[in-house]
């Protein structure tokens, strides 16, 4: 059995947990409690009063918040940030746990912690009190690691604070300072301090632009008081992508990868270009297999499609990251080799593979969260992610190609991301719709905006034919196809189980609607043929569907499927409202009648449009055959607040509608 | 500490007494196995077909007298998605353990071989007061669906090594075939034996011994776990065989014998450190009074009790406790004098209490069920990592835990409950049943008094009652926010009740501190277009509450027992004032009740004048119903949601005057 030695102690040994561990940490230690001071920053902080401005259900105030860089001429950067808390309520307790992430060129040279409790007597922590792990990337391996310091005695009615030092020789010479936090700021301030005959750009975002204050030689600060909290929305934009932030970039206009990445978004590409030249080289081995993917492809778009088509489902996703290795990615060989990469890697194999087809491409720097790229700022550090825009030679056909632009310099460029499993060539992820990409070329880069993909590419159309019994059952087939999007979306579902268990995805929805049902048979078509359409189509019972009243049978003829969204039901609304892509949807029922039943009552058509979505739906009869339809169609990623009250009334007529109930009497 | 652990000892369902002294062996892990040419062809699990990938053989053998584990698994990829097997991870803890001679490679499914000669990278988990858990990572090349990977490596762990061995026999994939082996050889002293137990392997578990003195085992068709909702913790149910090696002195003992040992050193513990009867009985004078029925006594004490800051509710740093200068209680006096302790002190001083008042009061060991099972022949005191009282109450046995805060006299935490424990007293200790609470100890109701309105909507007061478990529960894991954090956390529980877009604003909650009394939270409810039009027609659904269970048994089949962490009941009374306008035409007939057995059902809806008056109630009488039984739970809950989505049809009035 395991028996590690940090197991619980026997029940007859009493000294209990945490006794026993301030005994150790008193044996191993062998000093007195630390009777500390806060420094004079905190202090003062501590001083100032919470305004009656902060709002009651705040858990916690940022009293000040400090972040000071200081660039040296040989590229040295040093990096101080200080942070003063009021926690205001229990809640706010969760901001005593502190993490802070560094790497080998970031690392720590400096962290300590304090509390000031209402008594006055100061707690002080320090690095080696801190927890550390390399958990925080998500990555299968980089070299991005955290530590954690929980500071004692984060109560309501205590400051909290920390401070850290960060030195190191970063690679890329760029600060975001995030001001604006989920709880309201009193003071923040950001200082730089960059050596003579250097550069710096600045931007602001969310928030009015605020004028530095000179406060020396090279040195600039910025100041911003009472920044109110972000509040949280459902269905708003990423937070992060609607909060106050500073981006400031800082250069030696004689240091050429410092100035390229200072520039504009053509120097950008410059840097980004020189940083990954050589790396899509073609090896025999990727040719070969080349050959082999493409010698049935009749056409350059077949031909495309084979090579994409291999990148996506082969090439095994495993991102390992170690120092530059976060913007730079392998050779092409090499990933070909392990049949692994992450984003980076897998652009570069596929970009070396179109190459030995004959196609050149171009990386696409990618951000997967609308709202952080701001074209007005060149900034490397706003982008996660990589795709591959691929130049199409003129006599493609491009009707079925969605996520195709057409570029004035570099004429037709499709758009792909081979990090993404299931979205074909031809579409986009719903992330990098309506988003920005960082187009690099040999010749400098440019920023390109990705459309948003009609609503008739990601589609779904639901076909059901059933019949009632006269107890009020409904046993029918239904058939679904999907494209684009829903199809992304049901083959990832299905994907993800296993096999043996797909039938019960198809349970799970159908329980999501129906009280007590049987499924009698289900089969899903192209699982795995991505360029077809998804298909799905399944058979089930549903024996009290329709509620017996008397001689009344009422049935509910929106039987599967979910438009309406009761998450907009607040009354105000502070952020846009944001969907993941354009979409049209449709479902056709068709019921027959049980014998000797007919018609009593039909619920009112439904027609309703607020510019970024517009639903209808009628059902009508037709001989003994009720047919409902409707349609659904989302035509925008991004609704604006004002359009709010006019979405949330779409909403409500959605939801009575699906509510909504067809009366059968029996004619006798 | 390690003696403590020297002295946990098991015989199990299968105890085999191996012979000390082993010859030394050295593991037979360092060749690949030959590959099997079907294996290569294989295209799916055929004893569990629908996989992403299967273990077609794995091999774990233990060296307790070098204290190393050597690893091997071969694994067949059959999808895309099972590609994920090639990311190997290896955790260790630096210091103590060594992860050596990783070797790996990737069989291409013509049988062309790719051998692994990538960097094995070592990852940090944690490092934290000295202790640095860390990993190796490799992930294997070339792997597409229809290869087999495998690897193999040796874990060399510090020379105690051999008191912590076990076999994980189950994986989260099916495994084909699993070849075991321990060699157990060469203890410092020679008067220890090998004894060992299995846990949910689900088949015969035969160590054989083999003539170098290895003990083996093989296993075959050894199913993944199956993650379901409303099972018992995965951990606790993962297929395993665990190993101790026990003092001879001790290895002859019984089970029965054992027991009696322990009961005898933790008695004496307790006698020891409630040893003060001078402190105790001024308590038991100061707090009851002659008078008093000897359970109004044990309720004062209780009482009095509960008043002791329980330091295990406290989520404090090592500095704060310094500061607060709290010291190690060696008696109930201190505890007393202090006034804190931890769980198990406080209950030491009501035991202490109780026995001055003159009550026979004894501890009750247990293991608390949402961590662990307690398998007395297992014969493994170390399981036993909670505690309660036993009182002799009028000749019953009562069990009580007021270190367990918010918990009244007489009501114990649901993981307390349902369990075998081991009383201690100075007769050996014997074992009780600590029954579960019935599911009228944990109760919800629901007062809803509504206003149906002409445009379907619904507005009115809801008020909640929580009691017994329930209320304690709740205030237990509220305890440590304000009344703003509570009420949050109330309206987010009683929102995931109600459709979603019905609005709730809690107006009071009373009740928080006074776990005598229910829970009960009020509040305003409205739901917007609740009743859905048909024409001239309103049909209004009986009930605004959503049962979450029915939706986690929509599978037609179960693997897991279904596990629900206490029996409970829901009570809801729901009355509907119907508008002037409209007039009931027809109640829902044959709604699917349920009055007999462990899961009970009723809905009842009636007219009263212009009120629709609907009373629910839900009974879960138990706290686990075996996997086969499955079928008819589903069944049930599939008439629960039936009843509750029933509906009454209004008909507007002029329309039925009409008619």
Known sequence: MNKPSWKRPHPHIRTSLFVGAIFVVALVSAAP???????????????????????????????????????????????????????????????????????????????????????????????????????????????????????????????????????????????????????????????????DGWKYASHWSNYNQVEPQSSGSNQLTWQVTDVPAVTIEDDMPPWRAVAGRFDVKYFSPENTPQAQQGGSWHDLGLWYSGLSASRRDVTPEISAEVASLTAQAKTPLEKIEAITSYMQRHIRYVAIEIGIGGFQPHAAADVFKNQYGDCKDKATLLSAMLKAAGFDSYYAVAQVDRGIVQPEFASVVSFNHMILAIHLPSDVPTQNLYAVIDDPKLGKLLFFDPTDTYTPVGYLPDYEQSNYVLLVAPDGGQLVHLPVLPPSTNRLMRVGQFTIDPSGGITGNVKEVRWGGPAVQSRAQFLDVEPKDREKVIDQFLGTFLDNFQLQGASIGNLTNFDEPFTEDYRFSAPNYAKEAGDLIILRPHVLGEKSSAVLSGAERKYPVEYDEATLQTDEFDFTLPVGYTVDELPPPVKTDCGYISYSSKTTLDGNVLRYTRTYQVNDVMIPVPKFKELRATFDAIAADERAAVVLKHSS | MRLTNFLSLFSGFCVISLVLAFPAGTPAADEWQPINPADLALKDNPASPGSHAMILYRREHTDSEQSFVTEYYRIKIFTEEGKSQADVEVPFIKGRDHVEDIRARTIRPDGSIVPFAGQVFEKEIVKAGGIKVLEKTFTLPDVQPGCI??????????????????????????????????????????????????????????????????????????PGMTDEDYMVP??????????????????????????????????????????????????????????????????????????????????????????????????????????????????????????????????????????????????????????????????????????????????????????????????????????????????????????????????????????????????????????????????????????????????????????????????????????????????????????????????????????????????????????????????????????????????????????????????????????????????????????????????????????
């Open chain 1, 33 to 195: 409690a630390r009777s500390a001071s806060s420094p004079d920053w905190l202090t003062a902080a501590a001083r100032q009063p919470v305004p009656a401005s902060v709002p009651k259900d705040a858990v916690a105030v940022v009293l000040y918040s400090e972040q000071q860089t200081t660039a040296k001429p040989n590229g040295d950067v040093e990096t101080r940030y200080r942070e003063a808390y009021k926690i205001l309520r229990p809640g706010g307790k969760d901001y005593g746990t502190v993490s802070i992430y560094f790497s080998k060129i970031t690392p720590l040279s400096y962290l300590k912690a304090w509390s000031i409790p209402a008594d006055g007597k100061v707690y002080e922590v320090k690095d080696h009190d801190s927890a550390e792990t390399q958990l925080a990337g998500g990555e299968f391996y980089d070299d991005l690691k955290v530590k954690v310091l929980e500071i004692p005695a984060a109560d309501p009615g205590n400051i909290i604070g920390y401070e850290y030092v960060q030195k190191g020789r970063p690679y890329i010479f760029q600060d975001v300072w995030d001001f604006q936090e989920r709880i309201p700021v009193l003071r923040a301030v950001y200082t730089l301090q960059i050596p």
């Open chain 2, 149 to 222: 990977i495998e690897y193999m490596y040796k874990l060399q762990k510090d020379s105690d090594y051999y008191w912590d061995v076990s076999w994980s026999v189950q994986q989260d994939l099916f495994t084909r075939d699993a070849d075991f082996s321990i060699h157990a050889a060469g203890l410092s002293s020679s008067s220890y034996s090998l004894y060992f137990r299995s846990v949910n392997v689900g088949q015969p578990v035969n160590l054989q011994k083999q003539k170098n003195g290895e003990y083996t085992l093989a296993l075959h068709n050894i």
């Open chain 2, 234 to 659: 995965k951990d606790m149910l993962r297929g395993r065989v665990e190993f101790i090696f026990k003092p001879d002195s001790l290895s002859h003992l019984s089970k029965d014998a054992y027991w009696k040992q322990m009961d005898k050193t933790i008695n004496q513990s307790v006698d020891d450190y409630i040893n003060k009867k001078n402190a105790l009985q001024q308590i038991v004078a100061a707090t009851t009074t002659a008078s008093d029925s000897p359970e109004t006594k044990l309720r004062k004490l209780y009482a009095r009790v509960q008043l002791i800051r329980n330091l295990s509710y406290e989520d404090r740093t090592t500095q704060e406790w310094k500061r607060q200068k709290i010291q190690q209680n060696n008696n109930v006096e201190d505890v007393l004098k202090r006034n804190y302790g931890d769980n198990r002190e406080i209950n030491d001083v009501f035991i202490g209490l109780a026995r001055a008042a003159g009550f026979e009061a004894n501890q009750v060991l247990l293991a608390p069920r949402d961590e662990h099972f307690f398998y007395p022949d297992f014969q493994d005191v170390s399981e036993l990592n909670d505690d309660i009282v036993c009182v002799k109450l009028d000749g019953r046995d009562l069990f009580l835990d007021p270190a367990a805060k918010f918990y009244p006299f007489g009501l114990l935490p649901w993981n307390e409950t349902g369990v075998t424990g081991l009383r201690i007293n100075r007769e050996g200790g014997d074992f009780v049943q600590v029954v579960l609470p019935r599911s009228s100890d944990s109760v919800t109701e629901r007062h809803a008094t509504l206003h149906l309105g002409e445009d379907g909507s619904l507005s009115g007061t809801l008020e909640v009652d929580y009691t017994g478990v329930r209320a304690s529960s709740t205030r237990q894991e509220e305890r440590a926010d304000d009344e703003a954090g509570r009420k949050k956390d109330i309206t987010d529980e009683i929102k995931r009740w109600l459709p979603s877009s019905a609005k709730f604003d809690v107006t009071k909650i009373s009740g928080w501190e006074d776990s005598s009394v229910p829970l009960v939270i009020s509040g305003t409810l409205t739901i917007p277009s609740y009743a859905a039009s048909a024409g001239h027609r309103l049909l209004l659904p009986l009930t605004p509450f959503i049962a979450p269970e029915p939706r986690s048994f929509q599978s037609p089949t179960r693997v897991n027992n279904v596990y629900f962490a206490v029996p409970y009941q829901q009570r809801d009374d729901v009355s509907i004032t119907l508008p002037a306008s409209y007039q009931l035409e027809s109640l829902p007939q044959n709604i699917p009740n349920v009055p007999e057995g462990a899961i009970r059902y009723t809905m009842l809806p009636t007219k009263q004048g212009n009120i629709l008056q609907v009373k629910r109630t839900l009974d879960v009488e138990d706290s686990i119903y075996p996997a086969s039984l499955y079928g008819s739970i589903r069944h049930v809950f599939s008439l629960v949601k039936t009843g509750d989505d029933e509906q009454a049809v209004l008909e507007a009035a002029t329309s039925a005057h009409q008619n």
